[in-house]
């Protein structure tokens, strides 16, 4: 730490700078615990404690996620949270583009978790470990409609940005060499339905698993019937 | 758009269980489930089509036949229900394939592959007790049953490890 006046003279200047009236409107809320505005899954709680702890947000949200098998209870917090917590006042403005981006990766982050989450689920149910059929005294029948519910209401006042890039989807489906595994078949098929590449294997796997191998029949009809992408050197 | 769709799909789910629970309706929640998915995947699909969006097709049309599979599962007593999900993801991939084909005329590699699954599917559901593989298809399936929460594990974990592409 510099504690020269000179030092005390540039964090007056940058304290100015920070606060004076025109960028303090600017600045994102980073002191109190605020939900955020342009980053949100139901309704930015888990951003908003990320900001505030200066960590990680996938960590916030992807524990959040897992913590669920505690019980519904961190649901109903969250939501607690929600109804509380004020929205961010003057949110970082971000692109068209950035807000894709971000939206993108939340989709992931809660993809990837709850699979994790019912993945734990169900491993403790065939272990034999039950878990709770009651939320404190209220049955489940009763809380999961209710968090349903409220679940809704916070994503009908969200605003989304999926349908960023449909203008620059691949018009012709093409087996890809550079990023293929075996024929390059799976890597097309996410470049051209804009999913990807490791979930549509995995899930190209189970299927073939499920079938007995006749799955693949599907794999070499789409090789057979297609070409590969021309190589831009 | 679509988060709409999900939006009141799920508040008409929780609102029709709220009025189950408290005894106004009388239905099991895998029939109000099954009903809800087939009103999703149906208005998905079409919003789909509209805004040419492939990935949210295939998960629509994915979503709308899983919910015809339950509720024929829900509502009529079928004794090889281990089977049916044998001859499902055939018909179900050779449905998505020609909606495929549907949105992109020019693509002919999924009508072809589309058909040539139909085709397989209607076989299998018409020779699978003569093929003799019932018994293949059951260890198949019981083995899944075991290990499929730890591929739902691994499933997860590697969409978090593996790098947005």
């Known amino acids: 730490m510099n504690f020269s006046p000179k030092a005390k003279m540039n964090d007056q200047n940058l304290y100015e700078e920070l606060f004076s009236e025109q960028n303090y409107l600017k600045k994102p809320d980073k002191h109190g615990l605020y939900r955020s505005a342009n980053n949100s899954v139901v309704a930015g709680v888990c951003a908003g404690i990320a900001n505030y702890l200066h960590q990680d947000v996938k960590l916030i949200r992807l524990t959040t996620i897992l913590l669920l098998i505690l019980g519904w209870w961190v649901a109903v917090f969250y939501l607690v949270l929600a109804f509380m917590l004020p929205i961010e006042k003057n949110p970082k403005e971000l692109s068209y583009e950035e807000h894709y981006q971000i939206e993108q990766e939340n989709a992931r982050t809660v993809f990837a978790g709850l699979l994790i989450l019912f993945g734990i689920h169900f491993s403790l149910i065939e272990l034999g470990i039950e878990t709770s059929n009651n939320f404190f005294v209220l049955p489940n029948n009763f809380m999961i409609p209710v968090i349903a519910i409220a679940f809704s209401i916070f994503l009908f006042t969200n605003k989304f940005y999926s349908n960023y890039n449909l203008s620059e989807q691949k018009k012709s489906f093409r087996l890809i060499k550079k990023r293929k595994m075996f024929l390059g078949v799976c890597s097309g098929l996410s470049k051209y339905l804009s999913v990807d590449l490791t979930s549509l294997r995995i899930i190209f796997l189970i299927l073939l698993f499920l079938t007995l191998g006749l799955f693949s029949i599907f794999y070499f009809m789409l090789y057979l019937f297609s070409k590969y992408e021309m190589e831009i050197i | ?165």
């Not at chain 2, 339950?70 to 007593?77: P, T």
């Open chain 2, 1 to 165: 758009m679509n988060k709409i769709l999900i939006a009141i799909s799920v508040f008409i789910w929780g609102f029709a269980s709220l009025l189950n629970y408290f005894g106004v309706l009388d239905f099991s929640i895998e029939n109000l489930t099954s009903i809800i998915m087939i009103a999703y995947g149906l208005s998905s699909t079409n919003l789909a089509f509209r805004q040419n969006n492939r990935r949210q097709l295939i998960i629509s049309s994915t979503i709308f036949l899983l919910g015809i599979l339950f509720i024929v599962k829900s509502n009529y007593e079928i004794t090889e229900t281990r089977s049916m999900v044998f001859v499902s993801i055939f018909l179900i991939t050779a449905s998505i394939s020609i909606l495929l084909y549907i949105e992109n005329l020019s693509q002919k590699v999924f009508l072809y592959s589309g058909m040539i699954l139909f085709i397989v599917g209607i076989l299998l559901l018409k020779f699978m007790r003569e093929l003799q593989i019932t018994f293949l298809i059951y260890k198949t399936v019981n083995l899944f049953e075991i290990f499929w929460p730890i591929i739902l594990i691994v499933f997860g974990l590697s969409i978090l490890v593996s790098k947005n592409k």
